[in-house]
């Protein structure tokens, strides 16, 4: 028996589900194409199925949602530790941050 549009729409969900877990981006790009086609060509849905679809894609959406603001997380740390490497981060006696503005960029050594 040929799956429903209905039963490959919900495969489909759950394969993009899979692949923003699994960070399979790649995969996650042809399962996203594949799901809009069959959208596209899908005859009109129940009020339920139209729920459920919505309940769906929801949270798939949320799901990609966190994992980009996992990514610029991690960008943003990468960012502070290369910085870190070239700038001298110092804090004031009252805990604000400070700058080293001014100064000529080296450490001085004392013995």
């Given amino acids: 028996?040929?799956?429903?549009?209905?039963?490959?729409?919900?495969?489909g969900l759950d394969s993009e589900r899979q692949a923003i877990l699994s960070g399979s981006y790649e995969t996650l790009a042809?399962?996203?194409e594949a799901r809009?086609?069959?959208?596209?060509?899908a005859p009109k849905?129940?009020?339920?199925?139209?729920?459920l679809l919505m309940d769906?894609?929801?949270?798939?959406?949320?799901?990609?949602?966190?994992?980009?603001?996992g990514?610029?997380?991690?960008?943003?740390?990468?960012?502070d530790i290369e910085r870190a490497h070239t700038?001298?981060?110092t804090y004031r006696k009252d805990g604000t941050q400070g700058d080293d503005s001014g100064r000529s960029g080296?450490?001085?050594?004392r013995a």
């Fill in 1 to 11: 028996m040929k799956p429903s549009i209905m039963d490959e729409l919900l495969a």
């Fill in 30 to 32: 042809s399962v996203i």
């Fill in 36 to 41: 809009e086609r069959l959208m596209a060509g």
């Fill in 45 to 51: 849905l129940s009020a339920d199925e139209a729920w």
């Fill in 56 to 69: 769906l894609v929801g949270r798939n959406q949320r799901l990609l949602s966190s994992a980009i603001r």
């Fill in 71 to 79: 990514v610029q997380a991690a960008i943003g740390r990468i960012a």
């Fill in 87 to 89: 700038q001298l981060g």
């Fill in 106 to 109: 080296r450490l001085e050594h």
